[in-house]
């Protein structure tokens, strides 16, 4: 049983001011599988207390202080990968070899990206050549509350940090105290890496408690949070009182739009995209939106792909997808399968109970729902399982109009030889991010949605923005600066 009680506060572990132990559990396993404590107030009052004291100096530190800082996160990281890799597995359910080559290999790729950003980025800019003497400074908002989810630990947990860090801001991290454990080794690399204490707080909790108080604490001047859009409205909520600012990336409810012309890959690269992390991603292409004319054959093709995905244990090698993170998100699913059943949707692969050969563990079966119809369950609301549903549409139009049917707006996703088409859907559908074919977004691109998947824009030069302030100013003495040069 791993023991790690204690939070990271002002450059030391310390114990909580009351313990409150929370198991965390093995998904693979239904067992315990590590110890934390959760926080109270004086818990989260200290790390912002710590957070606050370090601002004056971090906030003024030079470009290459901070760059020197992050870049020891990634050479410790690198130090310890395989023990991140373990953490992750263990902690949400990720296969190890996912673990090792997905999950945990997000901290160098965004860390990296987020260095090419902040290279190029200007601090302190002209307004334009109107205004010889105005300057536009971008400076650090203040002490941030980050507040990250479960099921892409490092994924969030970089977008998060890394930006705050590089804009010079303090930070206080909750991460989800489902998968505690990679956050906790987190912080380990940013103590062996230097950062200065203070600078980056870790204290373990759950969204009532040190979630709430985060958001609504008077000395917190921002809340970066990935999560649930339920969640989101609550924070949201909480920090008006303050007037803070608040980014949200939260749910979504991906249309996957594939025309008769889409290549021969398309209807399986979707569903693997779709199964992959056992469906627990926000950007997940859910709905499957099929032109008629080759309805039936990807109909097909999708209940042959799922029915050939393996589910197995976390631990194990391979190419499997693993358990859900938590009963409650197992049973959520399960209901959401029952729901499809009962409202009429044509189960062609997967449904309802444990995988054969499972007794224990949140394993859930990949499941593929054909024929359904816009408004039921299965297609309004985010399951954050394995489970995907399949729609038919004659036009082009239609399938907008069914793709923007949704509270949601994060990712959408085009398959179509037709340069033209894309080009046209890429603008008409309500989302964030539009990816074709199969292509993903390049190196420094943002991540971020539209309406109930929050407006946070994260990665690039767009997500150290986010942590800035902007301030424009009158009368600068240009001379002054040549001098300095």
């Not at 953490?87 to 997000?106: K, N, V």
């Not at 949200?248 to 569903?271: H, Q, S, Y």
Request: with cysteine; hydrophobic share 40%.
């Amino acid at each position: 049983m791993i023991e790690k009680r204690d939070f990271y506060i002002n450059g030391t572990w310390v114990a909580p001011a009351a313990p409150r132990d929370c198991p965390v559990i093995d998904p693979s396993t239904e067992d315990p599988c590590a110890v934390i404590s959760l926080g109270g107030q004086a818990d989260t009052d200290a790390a912002v207390a710590a957070a606050k004291a370090a601002l004056p100096a971090w906030s003024v530190s030079t470009p290459e202080q901070r760059l020197a800082c992050v870049e020891g996160i990634l050479a410790q990281y690198y130090r310890r990968k395989e023990d991140m890799a373990h953490a992750i597995s263990l902690e949400m359910g990720a296969p190890i070899d996912m673990a090792r080559d997905d999950q945990a290999e997000c901290l160098p790729w965004h860390l990296k990206n987020f260095i090419t950003a902040f290279r190029t980025m200007q601090f302190i800019r002209p307004l334009g050549p109107h205004a010889p003497n105005d300057r536009i400074a971008l400076e650090p908002i203040g002490v941030v509350g980050l507040i990250t989810p479960w099921n892409w630990p490092m994924n969030q947990v970089t977008l998060k940090v890394i930006p705050a860090l590089l804009a010079g801001c303090t930070c206080v991290l909750k991460p989800s105290e489902e998968a505690p454990l990679s956050s906790l080794l987190f912080a380990e690399f940013c103590h062996d890496a230097g950062v200065p204490p203070g600078v980056f707080n870790l204290v373990n909790g759950d969204g009532a408690g040190v979630g709430s108080q985060l958001s609504a604490h008077p000395d917190v001047e921002m809340i970066s949070f990935t999560g649930s859009t339920r969640a989101g409205r609550a924070i949201s909520r909480a920090a008006a009182e303050t007037l803070k600012r608040v980014t949200l990336e939260l749910g979504g409810k991906g249309a996957n739009l594939i025309f008769a012309d889409a290549d021969d890959r398309a209807v399986e690269r979707g569903v693997r995209h779709m199964m992959n992390n056992s469906g627990q991603s926000c950007n997940a292409p859910s709905r499957m939106l099929v032109e008629r004319s080759v309805y039936e054959r990807a109909v097909g093709i999708a209940a042959e792909i799922a029915g050939s995905i393996r589910v197995g244990p976390a631990h194990e090698a391979g190419k499997h997808i693993g358990p859900v993170v938590n009963r409650r998100q197992w049973e959520q699913i399960q209901g959401y399968i029952r729901k499809g059943i009962d409202e009429g949707a044509r189960l062609v692969a997967g449904g309802p109970g444990l995988p054969e050969g499972f007794n224990r563990g949140f394993y859930v079966k990949p499941t593929v729902f054909a024929d359904v119809v816009p408004g039921m369950t299965i297609e309004r609301e985010e399951i954050f399982g394995p489970v995907l549903s399949i729609i038919p549409f004659d036009t082009e139009a239609e399938a907008v109009r069914i793709a923007n049917d949704t509270p949601y707006g994060l990712t959408n996703y085009v398959q179509s030889q037709d340069g033209p088409r894309r080009n046209r859907l890429a603008r008409q559908l309500r989302a964030g991010m539009v990816e074709m074919n199969g292509k993903s977004r390049g190196a420094g691109a943002p991540f971020g949605g539209v309406k109930a998947s929050g407006r946070a824009r994260e990665g690039g030069h767009w997500g150290i923005e986010e942590f800035l302030e902007v301030k424009a100013i009158s009368g600068w003495d240009s001379a002054a600066d040549i001098a300095a040069e």
